[in-house]
C-alpha cells in the first residue's frame, strides 16, 4: 500500500487488489491504462493476471514489480505479457519513467 499512496502522491489514480480474484474483479468494473503487478500472489500469479487481464481489456502497459529476477522468470513475464520487468528493490524513479512515458 506504501507504493499505491506514492503513486497517488505523483498524480496518479490507483486501486488496488491484494489478490488474482480481486484483481480480475476490478478488470470487470474498469478500464485500466496500467497494470502493476507481483509475481508471488496469494491465489496464483501475475503471470496468470497479466494473461487474463489482456484478454479482458486493452491495457496500455503492464509492469511487474518482483523479486523473481532471473533471466527465465524475465522472459517468462514478456511471454506472458508484461512490457516491462521490474526487480525489488523496487527503484521509484525507474518506476515513474516507466509510467511517464505513457502519458
Same mark, same amino acid.
Given at each position: 500500500?506504501?507504493?499505491?499512496? *506514492? !503513486?497517488?502522491?505523483?498524480?496518479?489514480?490507483?486501486?488496488?487488489?491484494?489478490?488474482?480474484?480481486?484483481?480480475?474483479?476490478? @478488470?470487470?468494473?474498469? #478500464?485500466?491504462? #496500467?497494470? *502493476?503487478?507481483?509475481?508471488?500472489?496469494?491465489?496464483? %500469479?501475475?503471470?496468470? @493476471? =497479466?494473461?487474463?487481464?489482456?484478454? /479482458?481489456?486493452? @491495457?496500455?502497459?503492464?509492469?511487474? !514489480?518482483?523479486?523473481?529476477?532471473?533471466?527465465?522468470?524475465?522472459?517468462?513475464?514478456?511471454?506472458?505479457?508484461?512490457? /516491462?520487468? !521490474?526487480?525489488?528493490?523496487? %527503484?521509484?524513479? !525507474?518506476?515513474?519513467? =516507466?509510467?511517464? /512515458? @505513457?502519458?
Amino acid at each position: 500500500m506504501v507504493l499505491a499512496r *506514492l !503513486l497517488v502522491r505523483y498524480g496518479y489514480n490507483v486501486f488496488t487488489a491484494a489478490n488474482v480474484r480481486d484483481a480480475l474483479d476490478l @478488470l470487470d468494473g474498469f #478500464v485500466f491504462d #496500467v497494470l *502493476l503487478s507481483d509475481i508471488g500472489l496469494p491465489d496464483g %500469479d501475475g503471470f496468470e @493476471l =497479466v494473461i487474463e487481464a489482456r484478454h /479482458r481489456q486493452p @491495457l496500455r502497459c503492464a509492469v511487474a !514489480l518482483t523479486a523473481y529476477a532471473s533471466d527465465a522468470d524475465k522472459e517468462h513475464g514478456f511471454q506472458a505479457g508484461f512490457d /516491462r520487468y !521490474l526487480t525489488k528493490p523496487l %527503484d521509484v524513479a !525507474l518506476l515513474r519513467d =516507466v509510467l511517464s /512515458r @505513457l502519458s
